[in-house]
């Protein structure tokens, strides 16, 4: 399995390479400039692994929610690659890969409430469990929203915290059966678990075409001009 991963959608820039059970990955923390930055991080993990676009069996990517300019450039820069190297891509939730993290990170974590900044007083946020097989899987639709209106499912008595939305809107820790621990509010989503949550799209065979990767923003008033 040759899969290459991008995220674009937040403050974290990253891409990762997953070759068999060998992961390359580069990433870092911008404030802005992740389009000088993606590209020659691809070139990098390519160039390490010897390998070019047209040998990869996949492109994966951080679909959003986001940044508008993040994950519209992450879906441009995929469309093109795929299309350039005739292969299909997978999309993949930037909440659902935040989840991954904490779940790869703490095994003790079954259930995660995901709130990421979204600027504007709010917030993107969803729930998710871990399946059987250690992988993410939604429990609630993914929204975007004031800090009031997040909560968990019925029935739910305990998840753990994830995001910088608990950073941005320290309220949110108020949240009946919410944990929020040790660096969980300052995690961002990243390529490596895109990729993780991609090798079973790719092994099942559902992959995008590449002009079907498009960005998913939640939020689709902020262009619209004032009555």
Avoid at 107 to 128: H, I, K, P
Wanted: hydrophobic share 45%; with cysteine; proline share 7%.
């Amino acid at each position: 399995m040759r899969l290459l991963a991008l995220d674009t959608a937040t403050e974290s820039c990253s891409a990762a390479l997953l070759l068999g059970d060998r992961l390359l990955a580069r990433e870092a923390e911008l404030a802005r400039g992740h389009a000088e930055r993606i590209l020659p991080m691809i070139d990098e993990l390519l160039g390490e692994a010897g390998m070019g676009l047209r040998d990869l069996d996949a492109i994966a990517f951080g679909s959003g929610p986001g940044s508008f300019t993040g994950v519209r450039l992450a879906a441009s820069i995929v469309q093109g690659l795929a299309f350039g190297a005739g292969i299909g891509v997978v999309a993949i939730s930037d909440l659902g890969a935040l989840a991954q993290r904490a779940f790869d990170d703490d095994g003790s974590v079954t259930r995660a409430l995901v709130c990421n900044d979204a600027r504007m007083q709010e917030v993107y946020w969803a729930c998710f469990e871990r399946g059987s097989d250690g992988l993410t899987r939604g429990s609630s639709p993914e929204r975007v929203g004031p800090p009031e209106t997040v909560g968990l499912p019925p029935g739910w008595t305990d998840a753990a915290g994830i995001g910088r939305g608990f950073a941005a809107y320290p309220a949110l820790r108020a949240l009946a059966g919410v944990t929020v621990r040790g660096a969980w509010d300052r995690l961002l989503p990243r390529a490596i678990e895109v990729a993780r949550l991609a090798v079973p799209e790719l092994v099942a065979g559902r992959l995008l075409a590449p002009e079907a990767a498009l960005p998913v923003y939640l939020r689709d008033d902020v262009a619209q001009p004032p009555p």
